[in-house]
């Protein structure tokens, strides 16, 4: 639920600057065009393997310390992350 509601604030505040700048000015990656192909991965993904692949744990080790996370908290993470980027860089 979470990357289709990242991608969806893409499209919105893409709306939002172009109602207030009165122009559309998409670089070349951004979270309309971008979104919607991860968006289309991700449904694509859950229809040849199922939903259960998201709470597969992943083991990540990072500066010395060992994380063990499900596919879906390292999904919410990136999402987050890329759309403070993308505020921060408007």
Do not use: H, W
């Not at 309309?32 to 229809?47: E, K, R, Y």
């Not at 063990?68 to 908290?73: A, G, H, R, S």
């Not at 390292?74 to 987050?80: E, R, W």
């Amino acid at each position: 639920m979470f990357p289709l509601l990242s991608s969806t604030q893409s499209f919105y505040f893409s709306t939002l600057e172009e109602y207030y700048t009165g122009g559309l000015f998409l670089g070349i990656g951004n979270g309309v065009t971008d979104g919607s192909l991860a968006i289309i991965v991700l449904f694509c993904v859950a229809g040849f393997f199922g939903t259960e692949i998201f709470r597969n744990m992943v083991s990540i080790e990072l500066a010395g310390l060992s994380f063990k996370l499900t596919v879906v908290e390292i999904m919410a993470f990136l999402m987050v992350v890329s759309q403070a980027i993308a505020v921060l860089m408007k």
